[in-house]
């Protein structure tokens, strides 16, 4: 069994930082990529970025400059740096990860619960 969980959400003010985390455990052979999306209230969820093994990274273009993920592969675990915070960022974050089990097994994407992230005077 595969579990994602997630950190380091908050309420912070406009211009503000905050980092979350999301770190994977259980039966995995590899993970490939992780990343963030999230969802406001009455919307969709968005992309925010993801980070391949080796490194690559794509952003939504709304983050560009402010936001930068990372990953630390030998614990299973994502970041995701939001900097100059606005209060349009606020959203429930969440971490996917689309991995392997085993070796021959099929790539599926797995999903955090989710972290509320709130930027507000």
């Known amino acids: 069994q595969v579990q994602l969980v997630e950190s380091g959400g908050g309420l912070v003010q406009p211009g503000w930082s905050l980092r979350l985390s999301c770190a994977a455990s259980?039966?995995?052979?590899?993970?490939?990529?992780m990343g963030w999306y999230r969802q406001a209230p009455g919307k969709q969820r968005e992309l925010v970025a993801t980070?391949?093994?080796?490194?690559?990274?794509n952003y939504a273009d709304s983050v560009k400059g402010r936001f930068t993920i990372s990953r630390d592969n030998g614990k299973n675990t994502v970041y995701l740096q939001m900097n100059s915070l606005k209060p349009e960022d606020t959203a429930v974050y969440y971490c996917?990860?689309?991995?392997?089990?085993?070796?021959?097994?099929?790539?599926?994407?797995?999903w955090g619960q989710g972290t509320q992230v709130t930027v507000s005077l």
């Open positions: 980070i391949t093994s080796e490194g690559g990274t």
């Open positions: 996917n990860a689309r991995l392997r089990t085993s070796r021959f097994g099929s790539r599926d994407d797995y």
């Open positions: 259980g039966s995995i052979f590899s993970i490939n990529p």
